[in-house]
């Protein structure tokens, strides 16, 4: 039986919760050292083609949606690369009544 050990003091996120019931994961980092973000193989990476052009086919059809944003930035990690959010800019415009 092992002891029991809570993670106290710690955030508990999405993360926590999804590998919570998987101990088999345990050995693997839930955590990518750079930026953080979960690990996971269900990440966009901006310095792969194929990826990016995912990322911008996305950002395309949310201006060609939402005519009430601006511009989209893709903010992703430095050091890995993987996409970490969208960070919409609004038109000003847009929200402006009479
Ligand atoms: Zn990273």
Do not use: Q
Request: with cysteine.
């Amino acid at each position: 039986m092992t002891k029991f050990n809570p993670p106290t003091n710690k955030p508990l996120d999405r993360a926590y919760f999804k590998y919570k019931d998987n101990p088999k994961d345990e050995s693997v980092p839930k955590y990518m050292p750079c930026c953080g973000e979960e690990v996971d193989n269900d990440y966009l990476d901006v310095n792969d083609p194929e990826d990016w052009e995912l990322i911008e086919n996305y950002i395309e059809d949310h201006l060609f949606d939402y005519s009430s944003t601006e511009s989209i930035t893709p903010r992703s990690c430095e050091e890995c690369g993987r996409l970490i959010e969208y960070i919409s800019e609004l038109n000003e415009k847009a929200w402006r009544i009479g």
